[in-house]
């Protein structure tokens, strides 16, 4: 499956960013999809992840109740909303798929090539 992620930008604290990743080439609906991030000089991190069908979701700590990880398998689209933004939010994010399951946060297969957000302080 190929994925393209776009949505990212320059916003201030506490702003607002929705994150889009496009997936083409297989069935969407066959694969957990998941949000990582790397910021400058830091290895790259889970954000959050979600089932097959969208009923099931996962968030790193440091993101829950700022992020909403969504999926829409009609348009073969996954989003991350992302709101309160803080300048720790700053890094590239990736969207990602697997077959296995989206609790592990380990394991995927496929790789977007990531959309830079920008926070300033």
């Known amino acids: 499956v190929q994925l393209q992620a776009s949505g990212g930008g320059l916003v201030q604290t506490g702003g607002s960013l929705r994150l889009s990743c496009a997936a083409s080439?297989?069935?969407?609906?066959?694969?957990?999809m998941g949000w990582f991030r790397q910021a400058p000089g830091k290895e790259r991190e889970f954000v959050a992840a979600i089932s097959w069908g969208g009923g099931s979701t996962y968030y790193a700590d440091s993101v829950k109740g700022r992020f909403t990880i969504s999926r829409d398998n009609s348009r073969n689209t996954l989003y991350l909303q992302i709101n309160s933004l803080k300048p720790e939010d700053t890094a590239v994010y990736y969207c990602?798929?697997?077959?296995?399951?989206?609790?592990?946060?380990?394991?995927?297969?496929?790789w977007g090539q990531g959309t830079l957000v920008t926070v300033s302080s």
């Open positions: 990602a798929a697997k077959r296995g399951p989206p609790q592990q946060r380990t394991g995927y297969e496929y």
């Open positions: 080439g297989r069935t969407f609906s066959n694969y957990a």
